[in-house]
């Protein structure tokens, strides 16, 4: 459900007719803004995430 969210932020999905989920939060919002053109950090931030959780 949550890429369903973000995909109501993709302009690229729109052009397709795809529009996502209809209750994205501001949350959704601001971290599709973050890394929606920096995919290299949203890699970065992930796997720092994913390293404080073992």
């Given at each position: 459900m949550k890429i369903g969210n973000f995909g109501?932020?993709?302009l690229e999905l729109k052009k397709r007719g795809i529009v996502g989920l209809a209750n994205a939060s501001k949350l959704d919002e601001i971290v599709w803004n973050e890394f929606n053109n920096n995919w290299e950090n949203l890699a970065f931030e992930s796997?720092?995430?994913?390293?404080?959780?073992?």
């Amino acid at each position: 459900m949550k890429i369903g969210n973000f995909g109501s932020f993709d302009l690229e999905l729109k052009k397709r007719g795809i529009v996502g989920l209809a209750n994205a939060s501001k949350l959704d919002e601001i971290v599709w803004n973050e890394f929606n053109n920096n995919w290299e950090n949203l890699a970065f931030e992930s796997e720092v995430l994913i390293s404080f959780e073992l």
